[in-house]
């Protein structure tokens, strides 16, 4: 359960298991990345041996994969918490802002480069404090196949579209995964007990939650490949119950 939910419902001094866990989560990654700057610091020296290049550069890959990890736990937190689902109006601007910082610290200097376009800071749609979790593991898990063997991007771009407000997701230098794109615009989780088939499935069960809805559109003629777009309800002020969630 995100900090933003539980604002108000507890009593200065009382502490739940899981704000220790979102904490120490945190806290983590913040190490994890400071780890691995260092480590980029060492690769980008002169008088290394190929040798110990390629070992500073694996160190660099398990250091990514224990922070996906951290986040993949995180996220665990959210279903085990989930509860009467209360809509309320989230600002999207701040949640995918959030998301995207995050997601870009869990990858390794030039692994993958996010850009993040349409923010109009006002941006609001309905959804509860879970937003940004579900943001951040959708992001993981789309850009999972980026590669260090060349230069990887991923474009985020809020639009609005009717009733929705769509978040279009574009991908440089490699494919969305596959995986991921199935479960979501098939609309069935991914078969087997694997830590990613959880949490696409836990995805695919919070846009469900939201009254989202996810499809692929194709890039412009010249193009290769397909974006990614999820579409959040916009709603009204009558359909908001807690302001403040």
Known sequence: MSGEQRKGDATEGEWEPDDLMEMVSHDLINQQQAAMGFLELIEGSKGLSEGERVLVTRTIEALEHTARLILQVRASLVQREWGEYRPARISLDRAIAASCRTVQGAFARDRLNIELKGLGGSTEVMA???LSDMLT????????????????KLTV??????????????SEGFALNPMVTNALIGG?????RTRDAA?????????M??????????VPPGGVGAHLVIELPKGSDTDAVDHDS
């Not at 593991?137 to 990887?152: G, N, V």
């Not at 069935?188 to 087997?192: E, L, M, T, V, Y």
């Not at 949490?199 to 846009?207: C, D, E, F, K, S």
């Open 128 to 130: 509860d404090g879970m």
């Open 137 to 152: 593991q959708l992001m993981l898990m789309i850009a999972e196949p980026a590669t260090p063997d060349r230069p990887c």
């Open 157 to 170: 771009r809020v639009e609005p579209k009717g009733e929705f407000t769509a978040v279009r997701f574009m």
């Open 188 to 192: 069935r989780d991914p078969k087997g």
């Open 199 to 207: 949490t696409i499935g836990l995805v695919r069960r919070m846009l």
């Open 209 to 218: 939650r939201y009254g989202g809805r996810a499809l692929m559109e194709p």
